[in-house]
């Protein structure tokens, strides 16, 4: 896809993050696109606004995008690589492309859904990276929380 | 681990799946289990009773556990072999462990997880089958919709 719609369609999963910093949360955003290139849904993070380990930012996009026969021609747009769960759901409901503002804080399934024929459009957004490095930086363990990575 | 301990445990993903199946949903249970044998969450699809496409059986049990810093030593169970979406849930978060109701209706990820690391008990369970069985059989364009294959 043209990149600089690429960066613009970032621009909404960014707005998700800022709110989710805002709010003392972790601060990944998602957007899901139609074909057509409208919002269908968005979302953050919820694990510390809702106590809810389930909710990533790409899980509440698509579930703010409500029912759904198809995902044939939707991009999913996220500031962070997706992680197995939500490379996961990419993959299940066929949901044709992921946009990823940055992957070198941490990097996920992205290549796996590539490899799988999902379009993998990879940024490297100034922005989502210093988000993400700001907060992992000052929030380790939670950070390690919601990526299951805590050991013990 | 022991057969019987998880025929046993798999009683509590059934008794959600009968749960939804009473309310008009998809049959489809799980529960996650500590590391000593306790329930820790337990759940069903809700994509019919919530218009919910983001809660799987095995997602609502992982929320239903709430956060925790670490799932070594627990064990998902569920009445269906788990999709692409939970069965990455299972590895992002290193779940230990997965006992599968029955694979023969629908077979997701669970050889992917097995292959990683995860220890898989596959168990032929007759409720399971007959539950999902009568079930696709009345309802092809549901279950399609819950696992992405809706196509358009």
């Known amino acids: 896809m043209d990149l600089e719609l690429a960066r613009d ?23 899901l696109y139609g074909s057509r290139g ?7 993070n919820r694990r510390v606004q809702d106590g809810d380990p389930a909710t990533h930012a790409e899980t509440a996009a698509f579930r703010d995008a409500g ?20 490379s996961g759901l990419v993959r299940q409901f066929g949901i044709s492309r992921v946009v990823v503002g940055e992957a070198g804080t941490f990097s996920g399934g992205h290549e796996w859904l590539a490899a799988h024929g999902v379009e993998v459009v990879l940024l ?14 000052g929030n380790p363990e939670l950070w390690n929380e919601d990526i299951g990575f805590a050991g013990g």
């Open 9 to 31: 369609w970032l621009r909404t999963a960014v707005e998700e993050a800022r709110a989710g910093h805002a709010e003392g949360g972790i601060p990944i955003g998602a957007a």
């Open 38 to 44: 409208e919002v269908l849904g968005r979302g953050r």
């Open 67 to 86: 029912r759904r026969p198809s995902y044939r021609g939707t991009t999913m747009v996220t500031t962070l690589s997706p992680c197995w769960y939500c």
């Open 124 to 137: 490297d957004d100034p922005e989502c990276g210093a988000l993400m490095r700001e907060f992992v930086a």
